[in-house]
Each structure stands twice: as C-alpha cells, then as structure tokens.
C-alpha cells in the first residue's frame, strides 16, 4: 500500500514544524541565558548537593557578592558572586587560627565576565602566573572534563565556561587535600553542567 502525495506533504511539514519548533526554543533558551544576567553562585548548587559531597550536614547556603568589580584593575565589566555552606555541626566554632573560625565548610565563587572578553580564560591562566610568583603553594594541575578549562591549585578548583570563570573549594580543616580535591571535582561538574 503506498502513501499518499498529500500525507507525503504534511510528514514533511510536521518534520519541518518540529525542527522550526525545536530551533526556536533553543534560540529563546539562550537568548534568555544571555539576558539572564550574572551567575548567582548559591543558585550553581543546592544544599543538599553539597551535603552529599562532603558527606555532613549543612547550613543553608550563605551568598555573599561583592557585585560589580570595576573598581578592581582587570576585573571592568564583571561580576562577582560568592556562596558559602557551612557544616550544622560546626556552628559555634571560634579559632581565630583556621578558616571560617574552625568551621569545614565549602565555598564557591563565580566571576561573570564580559561577553566576547576571554577573560574568563585568562582568569584561570593567572593561576599559572602565580603559581610560579609562589603566592600560591601548589602548581595547577590540569583537570579534563570539567567545563572549557579546569585546574587544581592545592586549595580548589577553578574552571570556565564561555565567560564565566568558577572556582569551589572544600575545607575539611584536617588538611586531607586528596579527600577536599574530590569533593571540589564533583561539584565543579555540577557547576560546570549548569552554566
């Protein structure tokens, strides 16, 4: 039994109509990522996202921007945002010699750049730079599969995507980097995933 022209004609057009629709939302989603403005870090994670990762208990997350970076040489035209989750257990915790007053805890910050600047980019680069200046202890090392670029720096891990540039670090306060430098792995492929 063969098809007919007609029902030939309007597989076509219903083809066409869901690639168009298809099409057009994409375009809508990333027209509206575009407009959606800076990343808010504590929006990039849920609690509970942390709490699995670092295997306690946490505080509801804390944001803490320092919004618009103008006034920071290099940093025109970005945006900061930054989020903290505290361990429940911890609250209370005083040392005036640790993080955070003793507290484990896991922070994230995202810097949204200018569109088109590659700041972003060079962001992460400057770790290098540092590394070799020995403000930071430790060289970055490489990490694939996380966003466009991603490193480890000792203390974190930073990353980017298009124009925003990320870093997450964990804080256990026992100096266990190898456990701290998997749990920031997997959450920077949680970020990563969402900007």
Known sequence: MGMSAEAGILGVVAAVAVVLTVASMSARDSMAQASAGPADACALLKDAEVASALKLKVMPADRRDDGKLDHKEGYEGAYSSTCVWRVAEDEGKDSVDLPMAGMRFAILNAITWPKGSGKAKHFLEEFYVVAEQGIIPSKPIQVPGIGDDALWWGDGLASRVGDVSFGVSVFLQ??????????????AKKIAGRL
Not at 174 to 187: C, F, I, P, S, V
Request: net charge negative; charged share 35%.
């Open 174 to 187: 026992n100096g266990d980097k190898a456990t701290q430098r998997g749990m920031e792995e997997a959450l």
